[in-house]
């Protein structure tokens, strides 16, 4: 069975730092593009940064990119996303998304499996 799961979430105050992790069966990790999205309250999930599937081509959002990084690790099949320099506006759920595409992939409808989502909540 596929899975993909987030952790590292969690409360941190403005300017701190967290890092996600992300973990996929191998079977889809290795060639598959990756990206991690995040939904606020009463908003829609939209995408933060994505990832082809040899880590070779990355794509951010505007209001990420310099703050926050994607990386992945295939011996590990792994997935991460170093965020720095957050601001409480990053607060969302954050979740990992797995692509049968090399990618990357800004459109969460070509993605395939999800995990269950990680809190991430940014104090001022």
């Known amino acids: 069975q596929v899975q993909v799961a987030e952790s590292g979430g969690g409360l941190v105050q403005a300017g701190g730092s967290l890092k996600l992790s992300c973990v996929t069966s191998?079977?889809?990790?290795?060639?598959?593009?990756m990206g991690w999205f995040r939904q606020a309250p009463g908003q829609e999930r939209a995408i933060v940064a994505a990832?082809?599937?040899?880590?070779?081509?990355?794509y951010y959002a505007d209001s990420v990119k310099g703050r926050f990084t994607i990386s992945r690790d295939h011996a590990k099949n792994m997935l991460y996303l170093q965020m720095n320099s957050l601001k409480p506006e990053d607060t969302a759920v954050y979740y990992c998304?797995?692509?049968?595409?090399?990618?990357?992939?800004?459109?969460?409808?070509?993605?395939?499996?999800w995990g269950q989502g990680t809190q991430v909540t940014v104090s001022s």
């Open positions: 191998g079977r889809i990790f290795s060639s598959y593009g």
């Open positions: 990832m082809n599937w040899n880590g070779g081509v990355t």
């Open positions: 998304g797995a692509a049968r595409y090399s990618g990357p992939l800004v459109r969460d409808q070509y993605y395939h499996y």
